[in-house]
């Protein structure tokens, strides 16, 4: 009874110390491993293996990204510019159009697609400079090519403002139509696609001169002699004329563009009565 008694009464101490016996051997292997290794995590010392393994990131890991900005610090602030950050080149024919004093227009943003469809360097015509510094309005303004732009304001400042000076003392309008539109030609499904989807042309419906008149496309015969110097002025210039009697769809208007064909083929189609 004793013995059974004394190991009763002796076995939580026995637990004890056996636990406190382990504690100690732990908190000694654990202070020999500081020792010999030293404090990484306090004294930055970190091991060339921690290092490497820090630096390569595991393939398909996520990469971390950096917090948002805070909203109430605004956008960031340029710091310079990069090779990929410039702005582009200005176009050399916008350039040249722009300063060339000829035209009353500004410079948007290229215009891009959808499909074939687009400007690379475009400009908004409003008005032609002529040479005596009259204003001659473009309505509505068209949004053109700028080499376009340029080749109409030749054609309106060398021919056509001359033959107005003698038809009715000036010109002081030009009624325009289509600039740049995305279409295919003439607006048939399934056709090439026009000049006009790429600022390379332009459509006139007539002129309004000094003397008050309008003279119109579609009635030629009010003014023969200024018409048909128009025609013949504007495919001396123009890659592609037509005008009434063409194909149909130019009764009421003229269509010029500057297309580049094979072996330098030009069209001029436009009937005088
Ligand atoms: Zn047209």
Same mark, same amino acid.
């Given at each position: ?14 637990? =004890? *110390?056996? @636990?406190?016996?382990?504690?100690? %051997? ?7 491993? &500081?020792?010999?290794?030293? !404090? ?84 908004? =015509? *409003?008005? @032609?400079?002529?040479?005596?510094? %009259? ?7 068209? &949004?053109?090519?700028?080499? !376009? ?125």
């Amino acid at each position: 009874m004793n013995t059974s008694r004394t190991k009763s009464e002796t076995l939580p101490a026995c637990i =004890l *110390s056996m @636990i406190m016996t382990r504690c100690v %051997a732990t908190a000694g292997v654990a202070a020999f491993m &500081l020792f010999a290794y030293g !404090f990484p995590a306090i004294s930055g010392d970190v091991s060339p293996s921690l290092r490497h393994s820090q630096a390569v990131q595991k393939p398909g890991a996520e990469i971390p990204t950096p917090p948002p900005r805070p909203t109430e610090l605004g956008p960031p602030q340029s710091t310079g510019t990069s090779p990929q950050e410039a702005a582009p080149p200005p176009d050399a024919a916008c350039t040249h159009a722009m300063t060339s004093g000829h035209l009353v227009a500004v410079l948007v943003a290229p215009v891009v697609g959808p499909d074939q469809c687009g400007i690379a360097a475009p400009l908004k =015509l *409003s008005a @032609i400079i002529l040479a005596d510094g %009259a204003r001659v309005p473009l309505e509505p303004e068209s &949004l053109l090519r700028c080499d !376009f732009a340029e080749a109409l304001a030749d054609w309106v400042r060398e021919d056509i403002a001359p033959l107005a000076q003698i038809a009715g003392g000036g010109l002081t309008k030009i009624l325009g139509s289509d600039g740049y539109e995305c279409r295919s030609r003439n607006r048939i499904i399934g056709a090439i696609i026009s000049e006009h989807a790429t600022g390379n042309a332009l459509d006139l419906r007539g002129f309004k001169l000094h003397d008050g008149r309008t003279l119109l496309i579609w009635s030629a015969n009010e003014d023969l002699d200024f018409m048909t110097q128009i025609r013949d002025t504007s495919c001396a210039r123009f890659t592609t004329v037509l005008g009434p009697g063409s194909d149909g769809y130019h009764q009421a208007h003229m269509h010029v563009d500057l297309k580049v064909r094979h072996n330098g083929y030009r069209i001029c189609q436009w009937d005088m009565e």
